[in-house]
């Protein structure tokens, strides 16, 4: 009897465990219009600047659709003043900023986006 009530009790156990660890692995896309982009040469050195940044998964710049797109790693959520502060820091504004649950919520076409009139 005492060997049931062990194993239902580390069974228990695991399957909480993993509930807890697929939730902290949640990561974040975050896309926006860079409002004054216009060669391939700065859509380049964006990514270089941005990848350097701890938190960047990935990070890709369209200079047809002056567009950014990256994804965040597991657990960070960088607000829309950072990366506005960061694309100031480059020479860039940005404007019409969009975030949301890579994988579960839908990002906005780069070609939708680029036409995006979105105040900052």
Known sequence: MKTKTLLITILISLIGFSFTNYNSEVSYFVQFKIDTISTNEQAM???QKMKT????KIS?????TSTYFCVLKPG????????ENWF???GYKISCYNTGIQGQDKSIS?????????EK
């Open 53 to 56: 940044k701890s938190g960047i």
């Open 60 to 64: 890709r710049t369209d200079y047809i």
């Open 76 to 83: 960070i959520e960088y607000t829309k003043e950072n990366f």
């Open 110 to 118: 780069p070609y939708i986006l680029k036409n995006c009139q979105n």
């Open 45 to 47: 050195i964006i990514d």
């Open 88 to 90: 100031e820091k480059l």
